[in-house]
């Protein structure tokens, strides 16, 4: 079991930075992928990057890359996600998730969910 606590949401102006944490309790966390993933109102779940359980492995979907880059911490049993150039369509409730085996796109992969993060983004 994995619990997990999304931080560091809130709002910023157009073209700023937040960086997302999300703490993970439990001895096995270093033994998870994780992921992000955000939902913005009425549209489904959306994945945004993934890293192996080592982090050597990361994987972002085009809409964020070069712009937000994932991280952990396996010491502290800490993901990251380091958002820059934020835009107003990056509004929504952000999530982070510790995977099972699959697709590392697909929600239904992830075993473990947060309780998200709101990050709204004002132009």
């Known amino acids: 079991q994995v619990q997990l606590v999304e931080s560091g949401g809130g709002l910023v102006q157009a073209g700023g930075s937040l960086r997302l944490s999300c703490a993970g309790s439990?001895?096995?966390?270093?033994?998870?992928?994780m992921a992000w993933f955000r939902q913005a109102p009425g549209k489904d779940r959306q994945f945004l990057a993934t890293i192996s359980e080592s982090g050597a492995f990361k994987y972002y979907v085009d809409s964020v890359k070069g712009r937000f880059t994932i991280s952990r911490d396996n010491a502290k049993n800490t993901v990251y996600l380091q958002m820059n150039s934020l835009k107003p369509e990056d509004t929504a409730v952000y999530y982070c998730?510790?995977?099972?085996?699959?697709?590392?796109?697909?929600?239904?992969?992830?075993?473990?969910w947060g309780q998200g993060t709101q990050v709204t983004v004002s132009s």
């Open positions: 998730a510790a995977g099972g085996d699959g697709s590392y796109t697909n929600p239904r992969t992830y075993d473990f």
């Open positions: 439990g001895r096995t966390f270093s033994n998870y992928a």
